[in-house]
Nanobody, 131 residues
């Protein structure tokens, strides 16, 4: 059974770059036809898909965040990483990593996601943006 665990700073200052890592165990991030995403949920709001990386290494991003987001991976550590630049208080949220069998076109077009779209989730990590 695959398990995902987010790690990174819980507090980031405005204008800085947020960097989070998702460590995957029980399965390889290079296994065919699995996709690894970053999703966030601001207080009182729904899930927002930020972007993802495929088993092949291809990356996909939400149009709303594409200019500030970068997703990469370290296959030797079985990890993938999110970098979000120029953060503001509006970026405060619980950040999740998750696995799916596809990256839907709707996500890349900026539409929402459902928890059921993913078969495995990390527990989430709270990120606060404050000076």
């Amino acid at each position: 059974q695959v398990q995902l665990q987010e790690s990174g700073p819980g507090l980031v200052k405005p204008s800085q770059t947020l960097s989070l890592t998702c460590t995957v165990s029980g399965g390889s991030i290079t296994t065919n036809y699995y996709y690894w995403s970053w999703i966030r949920q601001p207080p009182g709001k729904g899930l927002e898909w930020m972007g993802g990386i495929a088993y092949s290494g291809s990356t996909y991003y939400s149009p709303h965040l594409k200019s500030r987001t970068s997703i990469s991976r370290d296959t030797s550590k079985n990890q993938f990483t999110l970098q979000l630049s120029s953060v503001t208080p509006e970026d405060a949220a619980v950040y999740y990593c998750a696995r799916s069998r596809a990256i839907l076109a709707a996500w890349v077009q900026g539409q929402g996601v459902r928890r059921a779209d993913f078969d495995s989730w990390g527990q989430g990590t709270q990120v606060t943006v404050s000076s």
